[in-house]
């Protein structure tokens, strides 16, 4: 089983920006993926308040298919905290995702922190963007990693173009960072963080619809992981992690 | 016939290239350390002298170096990378080693070769055609991807290469808006792996067999090649 653990919905018209749960379901069907994680391109309560109803909608769309994350910003304390709350506990939403380019909240800031931790009182994950912009580098998440030991934090990208030795080393030293590998460019790579981290640990993820699911476990497969290994790569980590959920 | 616009001398490229399927190839040297350009230029072209059916070399420089512009005579066309050598694309020196050949340029490194500043060198030379790296971005949240469309809008000698570029979209943005003829397979080996980046080309649902053949091949045939007769 194939599980994408990083897909968008969205409706963005300032930026020209559509992306339907079923762009993201036919693209799945395009690289025989069974499940998919999906969430906002913008954050709740702002820019969008109706954020968390718009992906409990495609989720309900497609029965089975789609999870849902929820981007919320951190800035709004108690009511970030509600947010948060609501999606996993009466919408079933099975983690949390932060941009800090969109939020400019520090990954170890006292409000990214409050988010964190109400996640993982469900045993929610945490997807960070994790890229070479500052505010999002692996270093800077770390801190939020090592501030919340009982979190599971994902490193979205596994550092981006410039920084996927940073993910790895970060994640050798706290075991709580899981490397998520959408995007990232380097076959290689996806191999070395599995040699040095365990293969539980490297979780496949396409950034889909805009970005193509099936060249991204086509990525998974260039990486030349034995076939264990691999299946916990492309889905059973994630299954794991979604189903920790409570 | 498929072509990649842009490797790098190491150990193991024709392997590479016969691993991924490619026929020919542009070769640069990589980061010069120890010694110049000049040297490094030397072995490049020795490297391709010996795989003249399939490499083709271009002339790496430093453009603030003394003498750069004597270094590069002759060359079938140039690489330059800003952020490796630490020059702006747009400083006013890099002007005396633009001489008509084609210039590849590494793209989309903050402060010195941004989308925007690659358009400023391209539009003070009209004649020359300029050849941005990984989509003239290189952002994995794409937030450069607007100034690299508005490069492209206003330099119509300006080309991008697809190396490294993971947003399907975007590259599908290019050829609808400005024309397949505008974007080039490259690898940048051994940068990121040919293996991968051939998929977004080849697996790209919205291009044509005639726009794959132009950007996987012909492209680069006409725009870098031209003086080749091989």
Known sequence: MIIDAHLHVDDIPALGWKLAAGDCVRRLDEAGIEKGVVMTIVDAPEVNRQALELIAEACAAFPGRLEAFARIHPWYGDESVALLERAIGELGFKGL???????IAHPAGEDTLRLIRAAAAHRAPTLFHCGDEPLTTPFAIARAAAACPDATIILGHMGGYFHVEDAIDAAERHPNLVLETSAMP???KIREAVERLGAERVLYASDGPACSPRIEVEKVRLAGLDAESERLVLGDNARRILEAVR | MIVDALTFAHDGLVAALDAAGVDRAVVCPPRARGH???????????????????????????????????????????????WEDAF????????????????????????VSEALQVAELARRHPETTFVATNGAQINISGLGQDDALI???????????TSGVYREDFLEGVVGRFGAERLLYASAWPRFDPRLELLRVQWAPAFDAAAREAILGANAVRLLLRSDSG
């Open chain 1, 186 to 188: 380097y076959p290689a």
């Open chain 1, 97 to 103: 995702k932060l941009h800090p380019v969109t939020t």
């Open chain 2, 36 to 82: 110049g350009y000049d040297i490094a230029n030397e072995r490049v072209a020795e490297l391709c002298s010996a795989h003249p059916d399939r490499l083709v070399p271009f002339a790496r420089v430093d453009p603030l170096a003394p003498g750069a512009a004597s270094h590069v005579k002759g060359a079938r066309g140039l690489f330059l990378h800003p």
């Open chain 2, 151 to 161: 490069a492209l809008d206003a330099c119509p000698n300006l080309v991008v290469q």
């Open chain 2, 88 to 111: 702006r694309i747009n400083d006013p020196e890099v002007d005396a080693v633009v001489d008509g050949v084609p210039v590849i340029v590494a793209t989309g490194y903050p402060f």
